[in-house]
């Protein structure tokens, strides 16, 4: 794996070019900045020509090291946020607790894995699946006070935690993010999908951005990244680390 941004050493650089990345490496790298204030940073992948996707699925576009990137910003993370559909359509399972993060999660104060968060409006999920029967942690629910009841009962009964963000029938990005925090859960990560995406970024609360670009053309009607509702003026990001492996650009930026 190349460095490519920032470079402050360039015979380090040249050196270590090529070499493999160590997990504690990877994880200072994307290490959430100091402090008690929320950070919500989205990851996710994206082929050349922009499609968040491939058939419904965002596996195709991937690499090995995408995934090993994956893994690293879930073990640093105190909660993962997604939307239902992506759970549906990606077949979501607890996160899991990994011995090469316990030490590092232990001195952060953090439990063994992060939470997951499904927001969803309907609640029209599945509640036999692993995800809520077999989670390390409890399955946080977001969702509005105008949900239906019927469901909510369900979901507890299930053993998720409904937690409300929103006052309507669906979720308020800023107040899910404000929800979460408020239970020590600052350090937020959002894997979509471009729904859910969208609605952040709409919302003005993504800090950050992982994105892994990869060197696929996949053509079609696949969704971008981000959907929903255009801003009313673009939201500026700056480049704060990039990273290559096998033709794959791992980007990071931060909102300015």
């Known amino acids: ?55 419904g699925r965002s596996q195709p576009l991937s690499s090995e090291t995408d995934m090993r990137i994956f893994g690293i910003l879930r073990g640093l993370a105190d909660v993962v946020v997604v939307g239902a559909e992506t759970v549906r359509l990606e077949g979501y399972r607890p996160a899991r607790a990994r011995e090469a993060f316990a030490d590092r999660r232990a001195a952060a104060g953090q439990g063994p894995a992060p ?27 977001l969702t509005g006070a105008a949900a239906p009841a019927e469901r909510v009962a369900v979901a507890r009964e299930a053993g998720a935690e409904v937690l409300i963000a929103g006052d309507g029938a669906g979720v308020d990005p800023a107040r899910a993010v404000a929800v979460l925090a408020a239970r020590g859960l600052r350090r937020q990560l959002t894997e979509g999908g471009p729904r859910l995406l969208g609605q952040f970024v709409a919302a003005g609360v993504l800090d950050e951005l992982c994105l892994t670009i990869s060197p696929t053309m996949t053509a079609g009607d696949a969704q971008r990244i981000a959907g929903g509702p255009a801003v009313a003026v673009p939201t500026r990001f700056q480049v704060a680390s990039l990273l290559e492996q096998d033709g794959f650009l791992f980007t990071r930026y931060r909102r300015i």
């Open 1 to 55: 794996m190349r460095q490519l941004f920032p470079v402050t050493d360039m015979t380090a650089f040249s050196a270590a070019s090529d070499r493999e990345w160590s997990l504690d490496a990877l994880a200072d790298a994307y290490a959430y900045p100091e402090g008690d204030a929320p950070w919500l940073r989205a990851n996710m992948v994206s082929s050349l020509d922009g499609a968040g996707q491939h058939e």
């Open 115 to 141: 939470v997951l968060a499904v927001v969803s409006a309907s609640l029209n999920l599945d509640f036999s699946l692993p995800l809520f029967t077999e989670p390390l942690v409890p399955t946080l629910i």
